[in-house]
Structure formats: C-alpha cells, structure tokens
C-alpha cells in the first residue's frame, strides 16, 4: 500500500471531508479522491459511502475496521524509519505547550542531557488542541497537554496541577496579600492564555471590562513587553517561578482565584514499539523531575511579598 494513500484516508476520517483533508493536505480534491479510489482498489473493497447532497463523509462497515489496521500501517512505517537511521540512541520526539517546555521542562531537558541518558531528544512546541492531531497521526511519541480532549486512539492520564496568582513588578500597584479582580484595573493587564478553564474565568471576571493592554502567546515574549511597572498578569506557579530568573515580582493570591491548571500526558493506543523502552525511560525521570520541582516551588510562601 502506498503511505500517502493511507495518510490521506485517515485525514478523511478525522475530517469527514474530502475538500477539508484537500485543504490540510495541501492537495486538490481530485488528488484526495483519486488517492483514496487508488486505495480502494488495491484493498478490494469500498472505504466510504458515496451518496449525493451529502457533506460528510460515511464510512462502510469494513472502511470503519481498516481504519486500525491503517494506523498500526503508519505506526510500523516510523518504526521502519527509525531502524533505517541505524543510531546506536533511541529518537524521542515529544510534543508540548511553550509554557511546558520553558517553565516547566527545560530544567528536566538540561538533566537529562547531563545524566548522559541513552535518548536523542526532539522537541516539538505546539497548542494543546494541535498537539493531540500531531500524536494521532504519529509524529511524536508523547504529548503535554492543558486540554483535555477525546481522541479515540489517544490515552490521557493527568500528571501535574498548579495554582494561578496574581503578579505585579517589585513596585506593585496594590500593596496587599490578598486581592479581588475588581480591584485591578483590566487596562493595564498582561494576558496569556494558560488554558480553556482560565479562559472562562477570565471572561467572567475581567473582560467584560476592558481588553487587556497586551496579549501574547510565549512566555518569552510576555517578558520582553513588560516594560510598565504598574502592569499586572494572573499566572500558573512554574511560570512565576520562571519569570523571577528575569525580573523582581510582587506575588499575591485572588479572593476569586481561577481553577487549578492540569497538565495531562497523552499518548498513543497503538504505541511504536521501538521508542517504548524509551518512552517509559522518560516518563520515570520526568515524574522524579516534577516531585522535585513541585517541592522547590516558593510561591504560596510568600504573600505580599516580592520574590
């Protein structure tokens, strides 16, 4: 069988459409049709119902049991992949959110680079809703996540929360411990949005204000725009913890905090076998990291306090 066709016949079936795998695929949808007709033939049997006026996709009944056997195709051509490099280390390729990667995992990279372990590491920076699509298609071999999302061929299993705190620079606007949103002016906010929970707390609380003075997606680039003084952010503790290598903080908790973030690991029902070893290697020290880490945390000890 042909990999494109069967790459493509799973972007239908995550899709339900023939014009929407056209536009990921970067194809035309005589392309796509021709690859799954192709596929079709070649298997002998038909892999979608094709009835007129209707927008989605249907599967037949043995179009619906190929599609593990087209997975476990892709996942065995991977492996075929990492053979072929003929590397005497395993490849691992893990997925995550930039706040993951910059606040939380690069001390856990730095250590594993350190302890001389037998894994090549590639890391990939990606939104949590991408990240679960790349697993699926089995580009990494294991994801970190804020979102918890239903994926079929995908298990979740949650490994690390932390609490949210409002932040302010060393000359704080409101010198107290323990505040209400209502006391903050939302004009003068630095936002980034940590995940789907935080978001809706937010729109209940502060939006229906004002919009924030600026908004940014990387931890890198909210540390390079926070030039004011009087400007303040709500953010997770490994974020704080992170930000204080470059700046002095004034940390303080909410009277109306926001939930908890949740990281989730995410892998693949139909693993690689090659980079199992390794990737239960990696989840070991990783779970050793994040004790230690949390341990270490110092916020919550100091209220009002800057840090």
């Not at 037949?60 to 190929?66: D, I, Q």
């Not at 959110?97 to 990279?109: H, K, P, Q």
């Not at 070893?277 to 800057?306: H, M, N, P």
Request: proline share 4%; with cysteine; hydrophobic share 35%.
């Amino acid at each position: 069988m042909d990999l494109s066709e069967i790459e493509t016949f799973l972007t239908i079936v995550n899709t339900k459409s023939i014009t929407k795998t056209a536009d990921i695929l970067f194809l035309s949808q005589p392309t796509v049709s021709h690859r799954l007709k192709s596929l079709e033939k070649e298997l002998g049997f038909p892999l979608i119902v094709r009835k007129k006026g209707f927008k989605n996709v249907e599967l037949t009944s043995k179009g619906s049991e190929f599609v593990s056997i087209a997975e476990r195709y892709i996942s065995l051509w991977k492996e075929t992949q990492v053979l072929a490099q003929d590397r005497d280390s395993t490849l691992l390729s893990i997925g995550c959110t930039d706040s993951l990667n910059i606040a939380l995992f690069a001390g856990f990279y730095r250590q594993m680079e350190a302890s001389g372990c037998p894994i090549d590491l590639d890391i990939h920076t990606h939104q949590s809703s991408e990240l679960y699509s790349i697993l699926d298609r089995h580009d990494i071999d294991i994801g970190f996540v804020y979102y918890h999302l239903h994926y079929k061929n995908i298990l979740s299993e949650r490994i690390y929360q932390e609490r949210l705190y409002l932040v302010q620079s060393d000359e704080p606007a409101i010198h107290k411990s323990l505040i209400h949103t209502e006391e903050l002016d939302p004009s003068l906010e630095l936002f980034l949005n940590w995940d789907a929970n935080f978001q809706i707390w937010h729109d209940q609380w502060l939006t229906g204000y004002s919009r924030p003075r600026i908004i940014v997606d990387t931890i890198t680039l909210l540390n390079h725009v926070w030039t004011d003084k009087k400007s303040w952010m709500i953010a997770p503790e490994s974020v704080i913890n992170e930000l204080y290598h470059y700046r002095r903080l004034y940390v303080s908790e909410l009277k109306n905090p926001p939930p908890d973030r949740v990281c989730y690991k995410i892998k693949h029902r139909f693993p690689s076998s090659a980079t199992q070893t390794a990737v239960a290697y990696f989840e070991q020290a990783l779970g050793d990291y994040l004790c230690q880490v949390k341990s270490s945390l110092r916020i919550g000890e100091i209220w009002g306090a800057d840090i």
